[in-house]
C-alpha cells in the first residue's frame, strides 16, 4: 500500500510538471517580455508575493530592481501570466494600440458567481453583446443628460449625509466619525435612488429592504479584486479547504435575491406614460421592446454593475481624497478660503459651482 501511494505521487508531481512546462515550450518560441528570475515548477512567481504587503508595492518593487523591466515584466502566476506595465507609452500601445486584443475579461471563481454566467458589462469578452451593454450604459445611464437629471439626487444624498453627521456630533463635542462608512451610504442612497425613484429621506440604506443589502456590500469584496487560490492553481478548486465557493454562491445567491425583489416591486409601478422616468423604468421600456435581448438577468447584471462601480469606487475615491486633504493642510486651507469666497453662507456647493471654482475643480479632477 505504501509503494501504490509513492507511485501515485510521483505520477502526480510529474503530471503537474508536464502541465506547467507543456505551455512554456509551445511559447517558447514566441517573443515575450522578460520575466523576474526565481519562478518555480508549476507555482511559478507566487513566492514572491506577500498577504503582508499590498500587491502593488510588491509589483512595483520587481519592476524597479532593474531597468529591463521598465516597461513590460511578466510574472507567471501558477497557470496564470501577469503583464506588468510600468510606463504611459506601454500602457498606451496595450489600451490604445492593441486595444481589442486586450478587451477580453479575466474568467475567475468570484466571476463564476457573480456574472450572470458572464452576461455583464464588467465581465463579458470584446463583442456585440459587449458593445450593446456599453451602449446602453453610455447613452441611457451614463450620458450627460442623464447625469444632469440625477444630480438633484445626488444633492439630497449630500444633505442626508450632512444630516447624519449633524445629528451624531449636536450636543456631544467633537466626535469620532466613520467617514469610510458615511460615504459608503452616500453612494449606495444615490444609487438606489437613481435606480428606483424613492426619496432619500433620512436614508434608503435604513429601510427593510435595503438594510441588509447595504451591510452585504459592506461586508463583501469587490469581485474583480478577489483571486482566490485556485484561481492560480486550479487543482486546488477540487479540495476548496478555505470553503471559498460556498461564501461566494452564499452571497451571490443574496444579492439575485434582492435585485430580483427590486425588478419585481418596481415593475409593478412602472408606467409607460410617466413623465419622470427611473433607470429601472428605462429598463422595464427596454424589455417590452426586446424581451429577448432585455430580460431580467441582463437588467440585473446592469444593476450589479452600477452597484459595484458606483459604489465602491466612488467611496473609496472620497475617502482618499479627504485623507489626502487632511495630511496636507494648507492646500486644504486653500479650498475652504476659495469656497467662503465664492459660495454664499448657507447654501451648499452645487455641481454647477464647480467650474467657477480652480483650485477645488483641480482637487475634484486629480482624486
Known amino acids: 500500500m505504501e509503494l501504490l501511494q509513492v507511485l501515485f505521487y510521483i505520477s502526480?508531481?510529474?503530471?503537474?510538471?508536464?502541465?506547467?512546462?507543456?505551455?512554456?515550450?509551445?511559447?517558447?518560441?514566441?517573443?515575450?517580455?522578460?520575466?523576474?528570475?526565481?519562478?518555480?515548477?508549476?507555482?511559478?512567481?507566487?513566492?514572491?508575493?506577500?498577504?503582508?504587503?499590498?500587491?502593488?508595492?510588491?509589483?512595483q518593487t520587481l519592476s524597479a530592481k532593474s531597468n529591463q523591466y521598465a516597461n513590460y515584466m511578466l510574472l507567471k502566476l501558477g497557470t496564470r501570466n501577469l503583464l506588468v506595465l510600468s510606463s504611459p507609452a506601454a500602457v498606451e500601445e496595450c489600451f490604445h494600440k492593441n486595444d481589442v486584443t486586450c478587451a477580453n475579461r479575466l474568467r475567475t471563481i468570484a466571476y463564476d458567481y457573480y456574472s450572470y454566467n458572464?452576461?455583464?458589462?464588467?465581465?463579458?469578452?470584446?463583442?456585440?453583446?459587449?458593445?450593446?451593454?456599453?451602449?446602453?450604459?453610455?447613452t441611457n445611464i451614463f450620458c450627460p443628460s442623464s447625469l444632469h437629471a440625477s444630480s438633484g439626487i445626488r444633492h439630497d444624498a449630500v444633505r442626508c449625509l450632512l444630516r447624519e453627521l449633524y445629528k451624531s456630533t449636536v450636543n456631544k463635542g467633537p466626535q469620532k466619525i466613520d467617514l469610510k462608512l458615511k460615504f459608503y451610504e452616500l453612494t449606495f442612497n444615490s444609487v438606489v435612488a437613481t435606480l428606483t425613484g424613492e426619496p432619500i429621506g433620512d436614508g434608503l440604506w435604513h429601510s427593510k429592504e435595503n438594510n441588509w443589502f447595504f451591510e452585504l456590500l459592506r461586508s463583501a469584496?469587490?469581485?474583480s479584486l478577489f483571486m482566490a487560490p485556485a484561481d492560480y492553481l486550479p487543482f486546488l478548486r477540487y479540495l476548496d479547504v478555505s470553503k471559498v465557493e460556498k461564501v461566494l454562491a452564499a452571497k451571490s445567491r443574496k444579492r439575485d435575491e434582492y435585485f430580483t425583489g427590486m425588478i419585481k416591486r418596481f415593475r409593478k409601478e412602472f408606467d409607460v406614460e410617466k413623465k419622470s422616468k427611473t433607470t429601472l423604468d428605462m429598463f422595464f421600456s427596454l424589455q417590452q421592446e426586446d424581451p429577448e435581448q432585455y430580460n431580467?438577468?441582463?437588467?440585473?447584471?446592469?444593476?450589479?454593475?452600477?452597484?459595484?462601480?458606483?459604489?465602491?469606487?466612488?467611496?473609496?475615491t472620497l475617502e482618499w481624497a479627504m485623507s489626502l486633504l487632511l495630511?496636507?493642510?494648507e492646500t486644504l486651507k486653500k479650498a475652504l478660503i476659495e469656497l467662503d469666497q465664492n459660495i454664499k453662507p448657507h447654501r451648499l456647493l452645487e455641481e454647477s459651482d464647480l467650474s467657477n471654482l480652480p483650485i477645488f475643480n483641480a482637487l475634484s479632477k486629480k482624486h
Not at 508531481?13 to 522578460?34: D, G, N, T, V
Not at 431580467?296 to 473609496?316: E, L, P, W, Y
Open 12 to 59: 502526480l508531481f510529474i503530471l503537474l510538471l508536464a502541465i506547467y512546462k507543456f505551455p512554456l515550450l509551445i511559447r517558447s518560441r514566441k517573443r515575450l517580455p522578460p520575466r523576474p528570475p526565481g519562478a518555480l515548477p508549476i507555482i511559478g512567481h507566487l513566492r514572491l508575493l506577500s498577504l503582508s504587503i499590498p500587491l502593488h508595492r510588491t509589483l
Open 118 to 138: 458572464y452576461t455583464t458589462m464588467a465581465t463579458s469578452n470584446y463583442g456585440p453583446h459587449w458593445r450593446n451593454l456599453r451602449r446602453i450604459t453610455s
Open 221 to 223: 469584496r469587490v469581485p
Open 296 to 316: 431580467d438577468v441582463i437588467i440585473k447584471g446592469i444593476i450589479q454593475v452600477m452597484f459595484t462601480a458606483r459604489i465602491d469606487t466612488s467611496a473609496i
Open 327 to 329: 495630511n496636507n493642510p
